[in-house]
């Protein structure tokens, strides 16, 4: 237990640790809330105690890939598929700025379904609203990621789920884990602000297999990280497996933030599907953003990755005024920046 305290003082004090001591952490059940209070000093000091919030929108949930875990695979028979159209997405990103976002992440499957000019236009028309643009659009090509660069997006997320090759490849039929780090690195060298993450809890991943996760966000020096549980779904191929553990996603959260002490970190939806106040526990354990649903109506719904998926019936208006309202109950306060990443070293 002296050695596990140890390790989570030279990770706040040095933001480094071996993948031995990552996997030393994450064995022990000891110390975790050292670990949590450390992760949450490291959070105050680099990135403060206000709340960024980006507000989502679900536009789409048409998808061409097939990944294993993920509801909307394009094998999913049962999804009602959807598409906005451009305007309407345009009039979501009008109403997240009249509920006081700044940032707003524009979020479908990947799929072919806009052309890159429809994307230009919309990616253009919400930045002359004065809003910030997050695009998880899946793998493109570099010319593309660059066409929306230019046309005002400043951060992408694109979650690599594992860097365990072996897992990876069972996961992701006709994928592969090297073009998702080509497309990452494309996204640093056009100068977004890029976020990426993991599952936890995936079949046949090992303690070893989450340290290289967060060994690779540190080497990418990542400006997002989006960590959850990985919750089956049971029109998946993954329906009967057991699923992720909210304590152990906390911890890999939390050494990813020891680690990255001035990225920003979600508390990501999926922890409140397994624990009530999980968003609420996650920023006191490292986090520093929060992402509500500003899609509307029956899309909601339909955008169900996983089951259980909190918050569907709620309006976006009723989403900005809850999660207010739970920030400041934990002595917290909504950011009204930008939220832009500020290292600080």
């Known amino acids: 237990m002296s050695k596990v305290l140890d390790i989570i003082k030279k990770a706040q004090s040095t933001h480094c640790l071996t993948k031995e001591e990552i996997v030393e952490l994450l064995n022990c059940n000891e110390c975790d809330q050292e670990l949590f209070m450390a992760a949450d000093r490291v959070r105050s000091q680099f990135v403060g105690d206000q709340v960024h919030l980006r507000g989502l929108i679900e536009f789409s949930n048409i998808c061409q890939q097939n990944c294993c875990y993920c509801g909307l695979r394009r094998d999913n028979v ?39 000019t429809e994307m230009e236009h ?53 994928m592969s884990l ?18 990426t993450g993991c599952l936890v809890g995936l079949p046949n991943q090992t303690m070893e297999s989450l340290a290289g996760d967060i060994l690779f966000f540190k080497s990418l020096d990542a400006d997002m990280i989006g960590l959850g549980p990985f919750i089956p779904n049971e029109d998946t191929p993954l329906a009967q497996e057991a699923g992720g553990n909210f304590t152990l996603s906390i911890k890999v959260m939390a050494i990813t933030r020891l680690l990255l002490p001035d990225a920003n970190i979600p508390a990501t939806t999926a922890m409140e599907t397994l624990n009530k106040n999980g968003r609420m526990i996650a920023l006191q354990s490292g986090a520093n953003v929060v992402m509500p649903n500003v899609t509307e109506g029956e899309y909601r719904e339909m955008y169900m990755l996983y089951p259980g998926k909190i918050c569907i019936n709620d309006t976006p208006k009723h989403c900005r005024g809850c999660i207010t309202g739970k920030i400041q109950g934990i002595g917290r306060q909504v950011s009204t920046e930008y939220g832009y990443r500020r290292r600080k070293k």
């Open 78 to 116: 049962k999804v009602k598929r959807y598409k906005l159209l451009p305007n309407a997405i345009i009039e979501l990103a009008k109403k997240a700025k009249d509920y006081d976002y700044k940032t707003v992440v524009l979020q479908s499957g990947e799929s072919q379904s806009y052309t890159v």
């Open 122 to 174: 919309i990616i253009r028309s919400i930045k002359a609203l004065g809003l910030a643009i997050t695009l998880s659009l899946g793998e493109k090509s570099k010319e593309e990621y660059q066409k929306y660069r230019e046309a005002g997006a400043d951060r992408y997320l694109l979650r690599i789920e594992t860097t365990d090759e072996k897992v990876y490849e069972s996961l992701h039929p006709g």
């Open 178 to 195: 090297t073009n998702r780090m080509r497309c990452l690195v494309d996204l640093k060298n056009l100068g977004y602000e890029v976020g």
